[in-house]
């Protein structure tokens, strides 16, 4: 039984089976699918389907943004509500969601009481819950506009949020050492995602990014950059195209792999830094998967961390 004693199992792309929903009796099926997924399957009866974002990603395989939006639009066909981010209603025909201003809007209404209080905390009635970067605000205002419609009140939704397990790998605060913060962010997998990260944190950021050699633009990326990173570090396939691609203002060096990357970063960290790994793309040329990345990086810092000692 979850909170506000509704039973419900997730599973799907996020690495439960699907099949695991049949070995009991649930009030709800949370079922996340992929546009792979998706670019298959015929038909999916759902009592709401949710699109949380789209970002240029996975063109190689979809071909264009467009054609990448139609095919999850796809999970809308048999909903009986459909949900999407407001940036993505190019029809108008669906319910939205969306953080702006520093508020919460559900349908271009904005959501009474609850606003961001600044990088780390958001509040409602005088209470304030702890929120781990721009991601969990996404996360936070899409799930609202989907809980709300089976009922429960905002208070219910903010006291599970609040003791929701902490996401390993993205935006991972997971290491301080002489004054220097250590963030793990491998599930980054696209520009959009470390576009989130960056949003996140203050200035003094070390950047290390790359990895695969995706099809994908990096545009988003220039300004952030400019304006909260002083050292980008480019590895993997894909560092050369970087280098290219990502004029920026600020010091760039390129390195083979990430303990490179490591080795160089400890040599010039000063206290006020943060070091933050949001690679933009995957890495499966050197890595299982993401997870694999993100421990590899974490076993780096603190290997080097402990020779400084």
Do not use: W
């Amino acid at each position: 039984m979850n909170d506000n004693n509704i039973s419900a199992i997730a599973c799907g792309n996020n690495g439960v089976s699907v099949f695991a929903s049949l070995e009991n009796s649930y009030d709800y099926i949370i079922l996340e699918l992929s546009s792979y997924q998706l670019e298959h399957i015929k038909k999916v009866n759902s009592f709401i389907s949710i699109i949380l974002n789209l970002s240029d990603d996975h063109l190689e395989r979809h071909g264009s943004l467009e054609n990448y939006l139609a095919i999850k639009e796809k999970i809308f066909d048999y909903a009986k509500h459909k949900l999407i981010h407001k940036n993505l209603d190019h029809l108008d025909k669906y319910s939205t969601f969306e953080v702006r201003d520093e508020m919460f809007f559900i349908n271009d209404s904005v959501i009474d009481g609850l606003s961001i209080k600044d990088s780390t905390n958001i509040s409602y009635s005088s209470k304030s819950y702890f929120i781990d970067g721009r991601h969990d605000l996404h996360n936070l205002c899409a799930s609202i506009s989907v809980i709300s419609i089976i009922g429960l009140s905002l208070e219910n939704i903010l006291f599970s949020f609040d003791k929701r397990k902490r996401l390993e790998h993205r935006v991972e605060k997971f290491f301080t050492f002489n004054g220097i913060k250590f963030i793990n962010d491998s599930k980054s997998t696209n520009a959009d995602s470390t576009s989130n990260a960056l949003k996140s944190l203050d200035n003094n950021i070390i950047l290390i990014m790359g990895g695969d050699n995706k099809r994908m633009s990096y545009e988003i990326l220039k300004k952030l950059i400019n304006d909260k990173v002083k050292i980008l570090i480019m590895i993997g396939d894909n560092k050369d195209d970087l280098d290219k691609i990502i004029d920026v203002n600020i010091k760039k060096v390129c390195y083979e792999d990430l303990e490179d990357a490591i080795s160089y970063i400890f040599s010039v960290m000063i206290p006020g830094d943060t070091v933050l790994m949001s690679p933009a793309t995957s890495s499966y040329y050197m890595y299982d998967n993401y997870q694999h990345r993100g421990n590899h990086f974490k076993e780096l810092v603190k290997k080097y961390a402990s020779q400084q000692n």
